[in-house]
Structures are given as structure tokens and as C-alpha cells.
Nanobody, 126 residues
Framework: QVQLVESGGGLVQSGGSLGLSCAAS????????MAWFRQALGKEREFVAG????????YYGDFVEGRFTIARDNARNSVFLQMNSLKPEDTAVYYC???????????????????WGQGTQVTVSS
């Protein structure tokens, strides 16, 4: 069983930046696709970004519009999300998740993602 722990959330002003980290332990994530989702209060969990096992392919939610970058370091068993030009509507709990396979084949937080972190709160003030 893999454990995922997110960090790096916090309070930032509109237009600011935050960098999130997801550290995995217990099992390697190096052969798995990884993704970030977010869930705002009262809303459904939505796909933010995903990356395939070796980092060659990345995917982003439409709302990202070039502001976020997902990356991974398999040697450190970690995944990262750099968020720039943050907006108040980016306020949410951000979750790291592991895909069952090596590629991103789903942007739905359903059965394809089998491990989740506890989440880290990101709050963007206007």
C-alpha cells in the first residue's frame, strides 16, 4: 500500500504562486501515472493535472490555461504541482493520486486512481 502526503498549501493573494509536493512512501510510484485533483467547498472533485510514469506526457484541466506545471522526480518518489497566477476560484483542497497504470487514461476521480493523499488546502484571496 502506498501512502501519499501532500504539502505546500497555504494562503496566497490573487496573482501569487504556490508549489505543492506529494511524497509517496511504502511503494514506488515510478511506474505509475500520477495526478492532482482539487475539490472546492460544495463542488465535485475535479482533475487539475496528470503526468505519465516517466514525465513524457502531461495533461491539464481546461481551467489551468498554462498557469500550472506538473512534474515528478521518481528518484525521490515525489510529484509536484507549481501553480502561478493563482485566482480566488483556485481555492480548494488539492489531492495527489496514483493511477493504476503508467499512463493518464482518465481525468475522472474514479476507479482508475487507487490511492489518495489527505489533501492540502489552497486559499487564494482577492
Amino acid at each position: 500500500q502506498v501512502q501519499l502526503v501532500e504539502s505546500g498549501g497555504g494562503l496566497v493573494q490573487s496573482g501569487g504562486s504556490l508549489g505543492l509536493s506529494c511524497a509517496a512512501s511504502g511503494r514506488t510510484i515510478s511506474v505509475h501515472a500520477m495526478a492532482w485533483f482539487r475539490q472546492a467547498l460544495g463542488k465535485e472533485r475535479e482533475f487539475v493535472a496528470g503526468i505519465n510514469w516517466n514525465g513524457d506526457s502531461t495533461y491539464y484541466g481546461d481551467f489551468v490555461e498554462g498557469r500550472f506545471t506538473i512534474a515528478r522526480d521518481n528518484a525521490r518518489n515525489s510529484v509536484f504541482l507549481q501553480m502561478n497566477s493563482l485566482k480566488p476560484e483556485d481555492t480548494a483542497v488539492y489531492y495527489c493520486s496514483r493511477g493504476k497504470g503508467s499512463e493518464i487514461v482518465s481525468t475522472s476521480p474514479g476507479d482508475y486512481y487507487d490511492s489518495w493523499g489527505q489533501g492540502t488546502q489552497v486559499t487564494v484571496s482577492s
